[in-house]
């Protein structure tokens, strides 16, 4: 989350908007707060669940300075949003590796 996400107007706030990763290579997903203000990383369908990991979504706020991650062992595609700024979206889309 990039500094000024919370507001409205901002057009960038999850940076990249738009992540596509490989399971094997690069499937732990680090989100960092480097906005001022605290955030959250919510699925839009909350009962998200990687068999491995469990459910998917920041437990709470994730304070500026602060991380939220998650490993994706399974392929999944989903949009997920900050639930105080609801305006803040992003999407991942885990697929299979291809060697
Ligand atoms: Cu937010």
């Not at 480097?34 to 369908?45: A, F, R």
């Not at 392929?75 to 949003?81: G, K, L």
Request: overall charge negative; some cysteine.
């Amino acid at each position: 989350m990039i500094l000024g996400s919370s507001s409205p107007e901002q057009q960038d706030n999850f940076v990249p908007k738009l992540v596509n990763i490989q399971l094997g290579i690069d499937n732990h997903i680090i989100w960092t707060n480097k906005d001022s203000t605290p955030h959250t990383v919510t699925p839009d369908d909350e009962s998200l669940e990687d068999s491995y990991s469990g459910k998917f979504g920041s437990p709470g706020v994730v304070k500026p300075g602060e991380t939220y991650e998650f490993t994706f062992t399974e392929p999944i595609t989903f949009s997920y949003h900050c639930a105080p700024h609801p305006w803040m979206t992003g999407k991942l889309e885990i697929t299979e590796a291809r060697f």
